[in-house]
């Protein structure tokens, strides 16, 4: 488990850096078509990744059983691995994710920049969590 958990955060992490990159800490980079399809797409994948960890973690230490891949930050903040905040916050990165495979003409620059912004803090709390439980 540790090892994939290594390979796990290593990759939300470098999405996170090419995100940053990305995005450089300029608003108008944003409104760049282009650029925020990168963004999106690198989201998609940060939030991918810690779907399928959160999954495989729960999996490893037989904590319960998931419905949906959402649900499972709903038994890891029931067995203390999460808490709540983290919870809200990855399960909101979710619903971006959702909104971004299915109307991309609906996304807001300004929620793709708060989230950048703000929400890969809990993503690596998550991280962070994770790595003691193991």
Do not use: H, P, Q, W
């Amino acid at each position: 488990m540790k090892e994939m958990f290594l390979n796990y955060e290593e990759s939300i992490n470098e999405e996170i850096n090419k995100i940053d990159c990305l995005y450089d800490g300029k608003d108008e980079t944003i409104k760049n078509f282009k650029i925020l399809d990168e963004i999106l797409i690198r989201i998609n994948k940060v939030i991918n990744n810690v779907l399928d960890l959160s999954t495989e973690f729960i999996e490893f230490k037989e904590l319960g059983v998931y419905k949906k891949r959402i649900n499972s930050f709903d038994i890891l903040e029931k067995n203390n691995v999460i808490d709540k905040e983290v919870k809200k916050s990855l399960e909101a990165l979710c619903g971006l994710k959702d909104t971004n495979m299915n109307n991309r003409d609906e996304i807001d620059a300004n929620n793709v920049i708060y989230i950048i912004n703000n929400k890969f803090k809990e993503v690596k709390d998550f991280l962070s969590n994770i790595s003691k439980n193991i």
